[in-house]
């Protein structure tokens, strides 16, 4: 009973831990510029599919690693120039269109370039699992948890003790006040992107040997990133985290003891029941309106 | 406002020359099955675009109601042998309580919370026609009855006459399809010029404006998601008729975004120009399915270079560089 149990806790925690990631990198774009990105799956996708291939062609694995990183950050600086600084005035609805553009532009690419097969990613250190109270845990895991604290240890430095991270912070609350200081708020947007790109890539590259990935794995995990965000409030940090480990938990627990065709239903209802009592999420801030 | 309902008057002519001279261009039944797919799919877009282009809410499952219109047709006339007028109605019927069930909360929340909310809405739809599979037919799908009136029925195969001419299915349907869609022109833009128009668009404009004014804000924005609903839930069952067979993908998440993105590249608020965005949209897959591999590329990127430069959509730019040409031409200063 209870080995199932956390059986399912290491599954969804595992998972719970790559939705908090993407939800991390939604954050900081909405944060900076108030655009929901729904092409963030495909920095996913690119980090774990360049790394597969590089690796495929001989390139040492740690060497591979950083050129998927860095390529996913040259394209989230390049989405955030090319596609959504020059519709600066447009509508919601347009910004959410055009991320979707882009969201296929990449898929297409990825799949002229990588086909549409299913790739497998070994493990980063030993296939064999670890046995805890009955319970197996994948060693990746540990990699996929402990990539992902030093990932939020190192954003929240980032945010609070850098002057970079305080110019995409003070960007955030006020765009005009923080371009009065002196902030260039172009280079803080680009920024954003760039690390929310970063983040994305590395969370795919980790995740890639539990997943596989393929083309078109960006799409699904892109929206969990979303409905993680939303549970914990658009613009929290916390928020984030605490919604994608919600999220993974959850999903785990309902595939585990309901049924697993309907452990999506589960994550979406339960993304209705937290909005329908809390319209702005768990953490999210409350605005006054200004008329 | 006189002026207004004649132009839109205009409008609804100039859709019913192009509906019926389409047949008089193309002869492949293949071209009038794309033409009938747009016409239904069309008729979806103009009621989403009441929620979207009018009282400027936004959905992102809508494809939702356009699958369970389609799957309670397609269920009760084909496994229960209903015909096919009740299963539409009674179908829209049960949608309409849906939306209106679902609407009240939901639409209480803004921008980002409301398009979370109804893609996951839309997602619970999709997921549930996926998976019961002893009444749907599960992933793969399930055949549909064809269309039938107090027992005359219309099919794409069958052969009809009309005015004393010998029309083929593919005809016929298509003439249909056009119909309806005139219809649902004429009732969308009929609700735009009544009271519950001005609402809506004074909920557009500015909720809070709106219900300082006296406008219950809630109400109108309920009973739009409704009437939209119902539109995407017809549709959606007369576009399982007519294909014969319905899968969950047309109840997904993609074809929502289809669907929104019609609205969005064709013109929100424009009835015509969201029509237009449906025949956008349907025809570009066709063209660039000679590209092959780079199908997926160029989709991707055409669609954001439009919204890039064409931010209100593809009509309200043609009309508005088609006015300063005019305005030009006409030797004004300005």
Sequence with gaps: ?291 | MAQLSQFRLKGLLILAIVIFAVPLFITNPFHYGLATQIALIAGAVVGLNLLVGFAGQISLGHAGFFGLGAYFSAITTSTYGWSAIPALVVGAIGVAIIAWVVGRPILRLKGHYLSMATLAVGFIIAIILNNEREITGGPDGMPVVPFDVFGWELSPFGQYTLFGMEISGDLAWYLFAGVILLVAVWLAQNLIDSPIGRALRSVHGSEVAASVVGVNTAKYKSLVFVISAVYASVMGALYAHYQGFVTPAIAGFDFSIILITMVVLGGMGSTIGVIIGAVVLELLPQLLADFQDMEMVLFGLILMLTMIFMPKGLLPTAANLLAKRRKKSAGGDV
Aim: glycine share 12%.
């Design chain 1, 1 to 291: 009973m209870f080995s199932e149990f956390l059986q399912y806790l290491f599954t969804g925690i595992t998972i719970g831990a790559t939705y908090a990631l993407i939800a991390l990198g939604f954050t900081l774009i909405y944060n900076a510029s108030h655009v929901i990105n729904f092409a963030q799956g495909e920095f996913l996708m690119v980090g774990g599919m360049a790394t597969v291939s590089l690796t495929a062609m001989g390139v040492p694995m740690l060497l591979a690693v950083v050129l998927a990183v860095i390529l996913a950050g040259v394209l989230g600086i390049a989405l955030q120039r090319l596609a959504i600084a020059p519709a600066k005035n447009a509508d919601v609805v347009t910004l959410i269109i055009i991320t979707i553009g882009a969201s296929i532009f990449i898929r297409g690419l990825a799949q002229l370039v990588w086909g549409k097969e299913y790739h497998v990613m070994a493990n980063f250190s030993s296939d064999e699992p670890i046995q805890v109270f009955g319970a197996v845990l994948n060693t990746q895991s540990l990699w996929v948890l402990g990539v992902g604290a030093i990932l939020v240890a190192v954003l929240v430095y980032f945010f609070t003790r850098t002057l970079t991270g305080k110019a995409i912070l003070a960007t955030s609350m006020n765009k005009d006040a923080a371009r009065l200081v002196g902030i260039r708020t172009q280079v803080v947007l680009m920024l954003a992107f760039m690390v929310s790109a970063l983040l994305g890539s590395i969370a795919g590259i980790v995740v890639a040997p539990i997943t596989f990935t393929s083309y078109d794995i960006g799409i699904i995990l892109g929206l969990k990133g979303f409905v993680a965000a939303a549970i914990g409030g658009l613009g929290s940090g916390m928020g984030a985290v605490v919604g994608g480990l919600a999220l993974g938990v959850v999903e785990a627990m309902a595939a585990g003891y309901l049924s697993s065709d309907y452990k999506d239903a589960v994550a979406f209802s339960m993304i209705l029941l937290v909005l329908f009592f809390l319209p702005r999420g768990l953490f999210g801030a409350k605005v006054v309106e200004r008329v």
